[in-house]
């Protein structure tokens, strides 16, 4: 992220704060370039792969760099985060390895036991392309929605599940963004003050169904409401049951889920009963992530 914010602050400098969005493999080209003339990246192609959303590569020698992805799926916001996502491989990672291939089904490890390569390329990407800093003054005083937020992924020509994901991260109040289909959730993602109260859900583990008064549930397919208040406890059960919870819902496109967005009040930080248990996650937009998680 501290390298990703380097980058962001000199593209201020250059261009100015209206400057999205981010020509991510303009930006890649030229800037290897300039900073490591010894073994840039000199191509960026596209492929059509299934199953596949990026890779980074070097020659035998290491005097040159190519980054591949997937320009099959039909979403431009995807591409330009798996985009994102192989150039930071190469800003902090090209010491370790000379190939980096990125599969749809292996964003993030979610391992706390080492060095997570994966997440650490989704974090970058994800501040290169939605710095804080502008997302913030694109968001701050005003009531959240996915209107809001798809503002946002037009702004920086990210997928809506991009966008979402990082304004969780900045909510003033405990936040869970949950991808389904077929009632069953096939992600979510809590930020940190919702996973510390230990309102998260374990998806990797777990084959979790929404309950039914979730208006992503297809009990509800006739409704033409997109948000509610809700008690908290019938999605969490941990919570109080005096907890009310909003809940807002919209379908993510042409990948064929719903987006839930959970926001509850404030609550003391319980830490989770087990020190190994992973917060649910989901970066995925990953390849959000529509772009999701690569956006990522």
């Known amino acids: 992220m501290a390298v990703a914010n380097q980058i962001s602050d000199m593209l201020n400098q250059v261009l100015g704060i209206d400057r999205f969005p981010v020509d991510v493999q303009q930006l890649a080209l030229e800037y290897t370039n300039q900073c490591f003339p010894d073994s840039p990246i000199t191509k960026i192609q596209g492929e059509r792969i299934d199953g596949f959303e990026g890779m980074l590569k070097a020659n035998k020698s290491k005097t040159k760099w190519l980054i591949v992805y997937n320009d099959g799926n039909g979403s431009e916001g995807r591409q330009r985060f798996t985009v994102a996502h192989e150039f930071g491989h190469y800003m902090v990672h090209r010491e370790l390895q000379d190939e980096f291939a990125c599969h749809d089904d292996e964003i993030s490890t979610g391992e706390r036991s080492k060095r997570d390569i994966e997440t650490e390329a989704d974090q970058f990407a994800s501040t290169l392309l939605m710095p804080y800093d502008d997302f ?4 701050n005083g005003q009531t959240v929605s996915f209107d809001l937020i798809g503002h946002c992924a037009d702004r920086y020509g990210v997928s809506l599940t991009a966008a979402a994901l990082r304004w969780i991260d900045i909510a003033p109040e405990r936040a869970i963004l949950i991808a389904s289909r077929d009632d069953h959730m096939l992600w979510a993602k ?4 919702a996973f510390k109260s230990r309102a998260y859900f374990a998806t990797r583990k777990n084959v979790i169904e929404l309950p039914r008064t979730a208006l992503a549930h297809s009990a509800n397919a006739e409704t033409t409401v997109s948000q509610q208040d809700v008690r908290a406890n019938t999605w969490l059960a941990n919570e109080p049951g005096y907890v009310l919870a909003q809940e807002l819902v919209k379908s993510a496109g042409q990948y064929d889920y719903k987006l839930t967005l959970l926001l509850l009040p404030q609550a003391e930080w319980r830490r989770p009963a087990h020190e190994d248990e992973e917060p649910d996650e989901d970066t995925f937009d990953r ?9 990522r």
Do not use: K, M
């Open 287 to 295: 390849f959000t992530r529509n772009g999701q998680p690569l956006n």
């Open 136 to 139: 913030r003054r694109q968001v």
């Open 190 to 193: 809590s930020n940190e003050d």
